[in-house]
C-alpha cells in the first residue's frame, strides 16, 4: 500500500523493560512499516544503543532501570538533534507527563491505547506533531500558559539578545502556537507542507528549543499566540497538539 511508504523510512526505537511488552510493540511497529532498528530493556542501554543506531523515533517508557525514561530523554534529545520521543507509560499522572514533556519528549501515549493508535502516534510524531492521549494536550499547554504568567528573569543584556524571526517564520509559529498542524498551516498560508517544516526547524534552532510543544510556550511567553488554543479543548479537531 502506497500510505505505507513513510512508515518503512521512519527508524523506530522501543525501549521498555517488560521483554513481552517491548517485544510486541516492536513487532506491532515492524508490521505497520516502520524500521525497527533497536530495543532496550534499561537506561543505560537505550543510551548506549540510540547513540549508536540514530532512530528518527524513540518509543520511550518512563519507569526503567539503571536510569529513569525522563533522564534517558533529556540525554538522547541533547546528543540527538533530529531524534523525537514518544513516551509510551502506564502513568497518567500529571506531574509525569510535563516532568516528560520538559525533558523534551514530543508527545505522551498511555499504555492502553490501541495498536492503531500507537502507530498513528508514531507516523504524526516522526512528522513533528506533539501527540497525546486525550486529556493530556489540554494538561500540558494549560500548564505552559500558567508557567508564561510568571515574571520572566531578568538578563544582564535586556532584550539584545533575543533570536531575530522573519516575517513569515513569526506567522508560521503563531498558527503552530494556534495548535494547527503542518498541513493546515500549508493550507492558510498557501505554501507546501515541507516549506512549513523548514520554517519550524528553523525556528527551533534560532530559539534553541526542541519540539513544537517547546514552540508553543514560547510563543505564549512572547505574546505571539491568540487566545483561543484549538489544544487545549482536547477535541477531535485535527491540531498540532493532537489527541489520539
Same mark, same amino acid.
Given at each position: 500500500?502506497?500510505?505505507?511508504?513513510?512508515?518503512?523510512?521512519?527508524?523506530?526505537?522501543?525501549?521498555?523493560?517488560?521483554?513481552?511488552?517491548?517485544?510486541?510493540?516492536?513487532?506491532?511497529?515492524?508490521?505497520?512499516?516502520?524500521?525497527?532498528?533497536?530495543?532496550?530493556? &534499561? $537506561?543505560?542501554?537505550?543510551?548506549?544503543?540510540?547513540?549508536?543506531?540514530?532512530? &528518527?523515533?524513540?518509543?520511550?517508557?518512563?519507569?526503567?532501570?539503571?536510569?529513569?525514561?525522563?533522564?534517558?530523554?533529556?540525554?538522547?534529545?541533547?546528543?540527538?538533534?533530529?531524534?523525537?520521543?514518544?513516551?509510551?507509560?502506564?502513568?497518567?499522572?500529571?506531574?509525569?507527563?510535563?516532568?516528560?514533556?520538559?525533558? $523534551?519528549?514530543?508527545?505522551?501515549?498511555?499504555?492502553?491505547?490501541?495498536?492503531?493508535?500507537?502507530?498513528?502516534?508514531?507516523?504524526?510524531?516522526?512528522?513533528?506533531?506533539?501527540?497525546?492521549?486525550?486529556?493530556?494536550?489540554?494538561?500540558?499547554?494549560?500548564?505552559?500558559?500558567?508557567?508564561?504568567?510568571?515574571?520572566?528573569?531578568?538578563?544582564?543584556?535586556?532584550?539584545?539578545?533575543?533570536?531575530?524571526?522573519?516575517?513569515?517564520?513569526?506567522?508560521?509559529?503563531?498558527?503552530?502556537?494556534?495548535?494547527?498542524?503542518?498541513?493546515?498551516?500549508?493550507?492558510?498560508?498557501?505554501?507546501?507542507?515541507?516549506?512549513?517544516?523548514?520554517?519550524?526547524?528553523?525556528?527551533? $534552532?534560532?530559539?534553541?528549543?526542541?519540539?513544537?510543544?517547546?514552540?508553543?510556550?514560547?510563543?505564549?511567553?512572547?505574546?505571539?499566540?491568540?487566545?483561543?488554543?484549538? $489544544?487545549?479543548? &482536547?477535541?477531535?479537531?485535527?491540531?498540532?497538539?493532537?489527541?489520539?
Amino acid at each position: 500500500m502506497t500510505e505505507s511508504t513513510p512508515e518503512r523510512t521512519t527508524r523506530v526505537m522501543v525501549v521498555d523493560d517488560h521483554p513481552m511488552w517491548r517485544d510486541a510493540v516492536a513487532r506491532d511497529l515492524g508490521a505497520a512499516g516502520f524500521d525497527v532498528v533497536a530495543t532496550a530493556g &534499561d $537506561g543505560q542501554q537505550a543510551v548506549r544503543r540510540a547513540v549508536a543506531v540514530t532512530p &528518527d523515533v524513540l518509543v520511550l517508557d518512563l519507569n526503567l532501570p539503571l536510569k529513569p525514561g525522563v533522564q534517558v530523554c533529556k540525554e538522547l534529545v541533547a546528543a540527538l538533534p533530529g531524534l523525537r520521543v514518544l513516551v509510551l507509560s502506564a502513568s497518567g499522572e500529571h506531574a509525569d507527563v510535563l516532568e516528560a514533556v520538559k525533558s $523534551g519528549a514530543t508527545g505522551y501515549l498511555l499504555k492502553s491505547a490501541s495498536t492503531e493508535e500507537l502507530t498513528d502516534a508514531v507516523r504524526r510524531t516522526a512528522a513533528g506533531d506533539p501527540v497525546f492521549t486525550p486529556g493530556l494536550a489540554g494538561l500540558v499547554l494549560g500548564e505552559y500558559r500558567r508557567l508564561a504568567t510568571d515574571p520572566a528573569p531578568a538578563t544582564e543584556q535586556g532584550e539584545s539578545k533575543a533570536p531575530r524571526l522573519t516575517e513569515r517564520e513569526t506567522e508560521v509559529l503563531r498558527l503552530v502556537a494556534k495548535g494547527l498542524s503542518y498541513k493546515q498551516i500549508a493550507e492558510r498560508l498557501v505554501i507546501s507542507h515541507r516549506t512549513v517544516q523548514n520554517h519550524v526547524q528553523n525556528t527551533l $534552532g534560532k530559539l534553541q528549543l526542541h519540539n513544537r510543544v517547546e514552540l508553543v510556550r514560547y510563543a505564549i511567553e512572547q505574546g505571539i499566540d491568540t487566545p483561543d488554543v484549538p $489544544g487545549l479543548h &482536547d477535541g477531535p479537531a485535527e491540531s498540532g497538539a493532537t489527541a489520539v
